[in-house]
């Protein structure tokens, strides 16, 4: 079965400053990745997803994330953040069809 | 496009009491979702239905939980008899379907049982 582990379930980085959100997947078939970021009493909005072609993908907010085969990674990145970035973020694998396997997410704060 | 409709947004209900939860989809998504959230277990996939029908409802925690889609633009999750730890907040998001489509999530319901 497909899981999703995010290392650091609470990430706080200075304003400017890079964002480096970490994500490890297992899939038994070839991974089809997303993130998806969270605001205070919002749903779940995608940020940017990977299914096949380039391993760099850009999304939205100025985030974007590379998948890595070798390394079962798809780590999420912002070379400066600013504070409207602080959100939780989830990383997500495929799981047969339709289904999405979520992370547990990592909160990000942003200090001034 | 409205996005993903859920109501109410917020329900606070007694032990015991019945709680219906309504969701419409995005017009022309062929995939709906039912998740639960809390800080315990994080978000838990409760059930999904594709062109109306159940396809995994094996997240539904409990009998008290069922879920219908009467049709392609309405959806509702009931819990029967409610119990205080049935509280969180429960979210829909439907999908265009297939393995490449995203998930679109709304607003989701805060449900507190007391």
């Known amino acids: 079965a497909q899981s999703v582990t995010q290392l650091g379930s609470h990430v706080s980085v200075s304003e400017g400053a890079l964002v480096l959100l970490r994500c490890n997947y297992s899939?038994?078939?070839?991974?089809?990745l997303f993130w998806y970021v969270q605001y205070p009493n919002q749903g779940l909005q995608l940020l940017l997803k990977?299914?096949?072609?380039?391993?760099l993908v850009k999304g939205i907010n100025g985030f974007e994330a590379e998948f890595k085969k070798s390394e079962t990674s798809f780590h999420l990145t912002k070379p400066s953040a600013h504070m409207s970035d602080a959100a939780e973020y989830f990383c997500?694998?495929?799981?047969?069809?339709?289904?999405?396997?979520f992370g547990q997410g990592t909160r990000l704060t942003i200090n001034p | 496009d409205a996005g993903v409709i859920q109501s109410p947004r917020h329900e606070v209900t007694e032990m015991g009491q019945e709680v219906t939860l309504r969701c419409k989809p995005i017009s022309g998504h062929n995939s709906l979702f039912w998740y639960r959230q809390t800080m315990m277990r994080g978000l838990e996939l409760l059930i999904y239905f594709n062109n109306n029908v159940p396809i995994d409802d094996s997240g539904m925690p409990e009998d008290r939980f069922s879920a219908k889609m009467p049709n392609a633009s309405f959806s509702t999750l009931k819990i029967q008899p409610s119990e205080p730890r049935d509280s969180a907040v429960y979210f829909c998001?439907?999908?265009?379907?297939?393995?490449?489509?995203?998930?679109?999530f709304g607003p989701g319901t805060r449900l507190t049982v007391t």
């Open positions: 990977y299914t096949t072609g380039a391993t």
């Open positions: 997500a694998v495929n799981q047969g069809a339709q289904k999405l396997v």
């Open positions: 899939s038994s078939v070839p991974p089809y």
């Open positions: 998001a439907s999908s265009p379907g297939g393995f490449f489509y995203e998930q679109y």
